[in-house]
């Protein structure tokens, strides 16, 4: 048993281009194909679908248009003449960016008041144990992609934004989630990627610049302190030993006024452009 001879009829060929939203951005395409199949007489319809003249189910058109295979109809004209008819079912090419504010909210420790001055007690010592809630911004960004560059969005899951990002400066936008989404149909093309990034926009606290919004801020304080060039132990009034830690100046020096303590701002994390995510 074995198929003659597949010719491709023109007057079977056929479609229509449609939108559910009414728009170019969502518009897919419907196609019909047609083809002779000259067989003997005790091929089975089987053979017929299976010969290599015909196009697989789930296949794209040969065109390139995103269209695949979705239903092949064959139909016996006499015992040695089939026609099958293919119709290929369009997937939109989704080029629109769905966008999605949000927020995020964390408890952070703090030590500063509303206006920015140091919190202490009565006798001037820093209080520690204060916290409160901190919300920021978080865009949640989808859109199709036609390949992923893994090893590049690694560097970004450690990275900030270098440059101005939806109206934030430089420092403040951290990627915090990503994840992408794809079918695979066998005897298929490869579809778009259905990326989708969430972004978080870090308010920058107290004395912190924009660029520093997420560095690890810590208080400079210690046991030790630099006396006259020499590193030894912090000591009250009365030479005793001190056994909490003193507000210390950049130069290790002991700091007495609260208001003027020194923080420290340690980057922890790269730089990068954001735009060259390619999300919107």
């Not at 001055?117 to 036609?146: H, Y």
């Not at 870090?202 to 919004?213: C, G, H, K, L, S």
């Amino acid at each position: 048993m074995s198929v003659i001879d597949v010719t491709k009829m023109w007057s079977k060929t056929g479609g229509s281009l449609s939108s559910a939203k009414l728009s170019s951005i969502d518009q897919v395409w419907a196609v019909t194909e047609g083809y002779q199949v000259l067989c003997e007489a005790d091929d089975s319809v089987d053979a017929i679908v299976a010969d290599v003249d015909i196009p697989l189910m789930g296949s794209q058109h040969p065109t390139g248009i995103s269209a695949y295979v979705e239903k092949i109809d064959p139909v016996r004209i006499s015992p040695i003449f089939w026609v099958v008819t293919v119709s290929y079912r369009g997937v939109a090419d989704d080029e629109g960016v769905d966008v999605e504010w949000t927020d995020s909210t964390t408890t952070e420790p703090i030590d500063r008041d509303w206006f920015g001055r140091a919190i202490v007690t009565a006798n001037n010592e820093p209080v520690d144990g204060l916290s409160m809630d901190v919300s920021d911004d978080v865009v949640i960004i989808q859109r199709k992609f036609l390949t992923l560059n893994k090893p590049a969005l690694r560097m970004y899951r450690r990275a900030t934004n270098s440059d101005t990002f939806l109206d934030y400066p430089p420092g403040t936008a951290r990627l915090i989630g990503y994840s992408a989404k794809n079918k695979f149909k066998r005897g298929a093309g490869q579809e778009l990627w259905t990326v989708t990034a969430r972004i978080q926009f870090r308010e920058p606290y107290a004395n912190t610049t924009d660029a520093q919004a997420w560095m690890k801020r810590w208080r400079h304080e210690g046991l030790y302190v630099n006396v006259g060039g020499t590193i030894q132990r912090a000591v009250d009034d009365k030479q005793q030993e001190k056994t909490k830690p003193v507000l210390l100046k950049v130069d290790g020096t002991e700091e007495t006024n609260p208001d003027a303590a020194y923080f420290f701002h340690t980057q922890v994390y790269g730089s990068l452009p954001y735009s060259g995510l390619g999300l919107i």
